[in-house]
């Protein structure tokens, strides 16, 4: 399976789960631990919770290993590890506060799936 693959059933199970402002940023050519960072907001712990379990088994269900999963739901960031890609699930106040997007830097943004 393609990067490109994995990163559109990362994208689709968050979005058909109801994350928000979920965005896609490469970083191949600035990092060595991934190719590609999806940030998503929840809108509560449980949710993030949720949005992680259902992207671990749509991974599963394609045939696709996930790494780890790491963040306790109380922390509001449960971070997903498929390898080339890495999926960042915040709470709204974790993400600003945190700010992975300026980190990045804009010129990585590949897309923004708004709902």
Known sequence: MTEKKLQN????SLKDNKAENILSLDIESISSFADTIIIATANSNR????????LVE?????????????GKV?????????GSVIVNIMKE???????????????TLLNNINQ
């Open 74 to 82: 109380e922390s509001g960031w449960i971070l997903v590890d498929c």
């Open 9 to 12: 059933i990362c994208q689709n």
């Open 93 to 107: 106040e974790i993400r600003d506060f945190y700010d992975l997007e300026g980190l990045w830097g804009e010129n």
């Open 47 to 54: 949710h993030a919770k949720s949005l992680a379990d259902k």
């Open 58 to 70: 749509s991974i599963k269900d394609h045939k696709r290993n996930v790494i780890n999963v790491e």
